[in-house]
């Protein structure tokens, strides 16, 4: 690695860098945070490296960099980043697909209660001077109903070992599981979203946004769900229509929604979500917790300084690119066939690692 280089990073989920440059420092890079009045295309013309949590990583700043290896989410999903740009340039993207589970998980119960107990209802009333249950009604119990998971990933699979333990029926809608999988947790499997939109009282959101799940229930899905049932998304906000769900929400055709994700974030003053009662609006959170951030941003630093030192990171999102004439071989894992985050706290520098050279001209 030649003398100042830098990795750039978009925005931070830490109050600083130090965690991360302490891991950044083995490949010799320097890390710093973008100028936020300048375009990131602008700033990135010696980095090997970028790094974003909800930063904005267009074609423009990936075609500015030609000294680029890498970019970096921290977080799961990639809808923030032009992975297609990426790959054509032989860019390796990577993310850190297990760092929050429990944590998502437990916020998205935590949105079920609160909705189907009507917490916040009853605390806006009580701040409002009153003390009193009818603004609550009526409030059903949980233990017995019917939760819908669409979706069965490893947060999915957390809840659903949660909700066993509030004696709730799981259904699952999710094509690429094995109903096999789904009933080795206690859940159905159901072959169409709209018989678990109607048979479900919460509807738990628990896939990543792409063409196929934008707008994934709109007007036509929320007209299948009970009228009492809770629509709980922690997911992406672009796979719910905003709009269908306000219309559904004032004509409560639906008992409720709880939301943790928006499109766009942040959502204006003005959205039609915002001014509705029977809404549970949380700010991008469920993934928060201080253990899962030291785990979010050690992962993250880890993943690029593979990248840059020649290991093979924890997880390639457009694996194709290592079959690329710019990569082909050059990433290895280490002596014990591990990737870079098996070993807690490994860096560069640990095991068998070969120092990558790639051209930084993309091939």
């Not at 030649?2 to 891991?23: A, K, N, Y």
């Not at 970019?71 to 993310?95: E, F, L, P």
Request: proline letters at 5%.
């Amino acid at each position: 690695m030649t003398d100042g280089s830098s990795v750039v990073f978009t925005d931070i989920p830490g109050r600083d860098l130090d965690l991360e440059q302490s891991i950044l420092s083995s490949a010799g890079v320097e890390a710093r945070v973008m100028e936020e009045a300048r375009p990131l295309a602008e700033q990135v013309a010696e980095a090997r490296g970028i790094v974003t949590l909800f930063g904005q990583v267009p074609a423009d700043a990936i075609g500015a960099a030609p000294h680029l290896l890498t970019v970096a989410r921290y977080g799961v999903g990639v809808d923030n980043i032009d992975v297609a740009c990426a790959s054509r340039r032989d860019v390796v993207v990577t993310n850190v697909p297990s760092y929050c589970e429990n944590e998502v998980a437990e916020h998205v119960i935590a949105l079920l209660f609160a909705s189907a107990r009507k917490v916040c209802v009853l605390d806006r009333d009580v701040r409002a001077g009153n003390w009193r249950l009818d603004p609550a009604r009526p409030i059903y119990p949980i233990a017995g109903r019917t939760l819908g998971l669409v979706g069965f990933g490893r947060t999915a699979r957390a809840v659903c070992q949660k909700a066993h333990a509030l004696s709730l029926r799981v259904l699952v809608h999710s094509p690429r599981t094995s109903a096999e999988s789904i009933e080795e947790l206690g859940a159905e499997r159901v072959d169409d979203l709209a018989t678990l939109l109607g048979a479900s009282h919460f509807v738990s959101l628990h896939t990543s946004l792409t063409p196929q799940t934008e707008g994934l229930i709109g007007r036509e899905q929320l007209a299948l769900m009970r009228h009492d049932a809770f629509l709980v998304n922690a997911s992406r906000g672009g796979v719910v229509d905003a709009y269908a769900l306000a219309d559904a929400l004032r004509a409560e055709s639906i008992a409720g929604a709880a939301l943790d994700v928006f499109d766009p974030e942040t959502p204006p003053a003005d959205h039609p979500l915002r001014g509705l009662e029977n809404v549970i609006i949380t700010p991008h959170v469920a993934y928060y917790s201080e253990e899962s951030m030291l785990r979010l941003r050690r992962r993250t630093a880890q993943n690029v300084v593979a990248v840059l030192t020649g290991r093979m990171p924890g997880s390639v999102v457009n694996p194709a690119v290592l079959e690329s004439h710019r990569w082909r071989g050059r990433l290895v894992e280490n002596g014990n066939g591990e990737r870079c985050d098996d070993v807690a706290g490994s860096s560069a520098g640990t095991g068998e690692v070969r120092a990558a050279a790639p051209d930084s001209a993309h091939s």
